[in-house]
T-cell receptor, first 118, second 115 residues
C-alpha cells in the first residue's frame, strides 16, 4: 500500500517571500501521479500542480513549482512570491497510473497548514 | 460549465441513525469518488463509481454504501452512524476511467456531525 507523509503540520511565510512544503511517499510502483491540492476554508479541494512520475522535468504552474526526486521518493512544493490568498491547507497526494478498479484512488498526506503574514 | 455540487452542506445526526449525502458531478464526468476527511486529517478514499457500478473501495465497512445514477450523480449512504463518522465528506468527479490527466474535481463537501 502507498503512503504519503507530510512532516510539517504548519508553516508560515512572509508575503512576497518563498516557502517550500515537504512531502515524501512510499510505493513499489514505477508509474504514478503526484499532486498538490490546496484546501482553503471554503473546504473545496483545488488542484495546484501535478507531476507524472515518468517525466523527469519538474512541473511548474506560475508561482508554484515542484522538486520531484523519484529515487528519494520526495515531492516538495515551492511557492514563490507568496500572496495572502495562498493561505490554506496543502495536501500532497499520490495516485497509481495503472488502470482497473480504484484507479482514481488518491492517497493523501495529513496536510500542511500554510499561513501568510502580511 | 457546472462544477461538482454536494448537498446538504451541513447536517447533524444521532448515533444509530442513517444518512444520505448527494453529489452532482461536473458536466460530462462519468466517474465519481467519495472521500472522508476527519478533522485535522487528509481525505480517506471510501469508494469510486464508474458508469453506475462500484469499481474500487477503500478500507470502510459495508455500512458505507453508494449509488451512481444514469446522469452520473451519486449518493453516499451511511447506516448505523457512529461518533467516529463525524467528518467532512467530499465528492470528486473525473472525466473517464482511462483519462490520462488523473485530475479529480472536488465539491465543497458535506459536514456531518454525529452526536
Amino acid at each position: 500500500a502507498q503512503t504519503v507523509t507530510q512532516s510539517q503540520p504548519e508553516m508560515s511565510v512572509q508575503e512576497a517571500e518563498t516557502v517550500t512544503l515537504s512531502c515524501t511517499y512510499d510505493t513499489s510502483e514505477s508509474d504514478y501521479y503526484l499532486f498538490w491540492y490546496k484546501q482553503p476554508p471554503s473546504r473545496q479541494m483545488i488542484l495546484v500542480i501535478r507531476q507524472e512520475a515518468y517525466k523527469q522535468q519538474n512541473a511548474t504552474e506560475n508561482r508554484f513549482s515542484v522538486n520531484f526526486q523519484k529515487a528519494a521518493k520526495s515531492f516538495s512544493l515551492k511557492i514563490s512570491d507568496s500572496q495572502l490568498g495562498d493561505a490554506a491547507m496543502y495536501f500532497c497526494a499520490y495516485r497509481s497510473r495503472r488502470g482497473g478498479a480504484g484507479s482514481y484512488q488518491l492517497t493523501f498526506g495529513k496536510g500542511t497548514k500554510l499561513s501568510v503574514i502580511p | 460549465e457546472t462544477g461538482v455540487t454536494q448537498s446538504p452542506t451541513h447536517l447533524i445526526k444521532t448515533r444509530g441513525q442513517q444518512v444520505t449525502l448527494r453529489c452532482s458531478s461536473q458536466s460530462g464526468h462519468n466517474t465519481v469518488s467519495w472521500y472522508q476527511q476527519a478533522l485535522g486529517q487528509g481525505p480517506q478514499f471510501i469508494f469510486q463509481y464508474y458508469r453506475e457500478e462500484e469499481n474500487g473501495r477503500g478500507n470502510f465497512p459495508p455500512r458505507f454504501s453508494g449509488l451512481q445514477f444514469p446522469n452520473y450523480s451519486s449518493e453516499l449512504n451511511v447506516n448505523a452512524l457512529e461518533l467516529d463518522d463525524s467528518a467532512l465528506y467530499l465528492c470528486a468527479s473525473s472525466l473517464a476511467l482511462t483519462s490520462s490527466t488523473g485530475e479529480l474535481f472536488f465539491g465543497e463537501g458535506s459536514r456531518l456531525t454525529v452526536l
